[in-house]
């Protein structure tokens, strides 16, 4: 029988680390990118098929799911894995992002957060035990602990409060974990370091949380509007801190080159919903880049969206067939780029843990930025 959890690291170069986290109902491979399941679906896209992309897991939103369907609907239909017929790993978030992102509609206490339901306003209370029994009755493999998501710009003092009550929040998070003595026995918990761009409050998150003890860290509060040369400069002085047995997971990350520059750093795991927003909105990523398939330029243009690429969009259509079908309204097309997107995010993975195996990063990470730096191939 598979472990509860355990964490493999197979070898590194430089920060970088590849290695695979072992759980009942699968391996993950690091580093990893988790596709977006918010309401226990990827966006246009079946679970077989976000499978067939090369995903070991996806994250679900216990914000979204407890409110629709409800979490105890979705336990007495037999848990979030039967329920959207996905099989491997899930790792549910708290919910914490989600109700920073609605303040309008919250009410923020040393017991939690009281919001009121953006689809019929109904009253709700979300606290760190509450999130917890939440995510049990989904029957996550890899639970959040409940935090605030400070946010950007923020001051020193407001970032060292909230970041304090994020860890007074993670003891109980961890305490109500622990009381689910069936899921705890087969699910793994991650603590969340907050401390925004602030390092002495960085390193008291990290303090804080591994004296509490978790399964894996995850790093929190970016990707929130900072920007990417403050993101890395954070990770820059955040990453040595962190244990280097564990996962760490950066939450929210998200853009190519972010990834990239994030597993140089020592990152393990990531999650965006980027992919399959971008594809919905007519936007394919590929080797050379981001493109527009509304564009004209592309309207009779035989060739596949990316030539490297083995995806259905790129083996079977056209440019030109995607381009029609995004001009035409036709939803196909937002499906096909989806897709597509959730593939090359993959291929990027892969090709990122075979570099880091071999010991190849530097030349990895060379070779991506210089095709990206070609832009889309020339116009017929």
Known sequence: MKPRFEFEIKATDGTARTGVIKMKRGDIRT??????????????????????????????????????PTAERVAKLGGLHKFMNWEKPILTDSGGYQVMSLSTLRKMSEDGVEFRSHHDGSKHMLTPERSMEIQRLLGSDIVMAFDECTPYPATEEETKTSMEL???????????????????????????VQGGVYEHLRSKSIDAL??????GYAVGGLAVGEGQQVMFEVLDFTMPMMPSDAPRYLMGVGKPDDIVGAVERGIDMFDCVLPTRSGRN???????GAINLKNARHRDDPRPLDVECGCAACTTYSRAYL????RSGEMLGAMLLSEHNLHYYQDLMAGLRSAIEVGSLDAFVTAFHEKRSLGDIPEL
């Open 323 to 326: 381009h029609h079908l995004i």
């Open 210 to 215: 591994t004296e509490i003890g978790f399964d």
């Open 282 to 288: 007519a936007q394919g990523w590929t080797r050379r």
């Open 31 to 68: 580093p990893a990118f988790m596709p977006v399941g918010t309401a226990a679906t990827v966006k246009g896209v079946k679970p077989e098929d976000v499978e067939a992309t090369g995903a070991d897991i996806l994250l679900g939103n216990t914000y979204h799911l407890m409110l629709r």
């Open 166 to 192: 994020s860890m007074r929040w993670a003891k109980r998070s961890r305490s109500g974990f622990d009381i689910g003595s069936d899921h705890a026995s087969s699910s793994a918990l991650f603590g969340i």
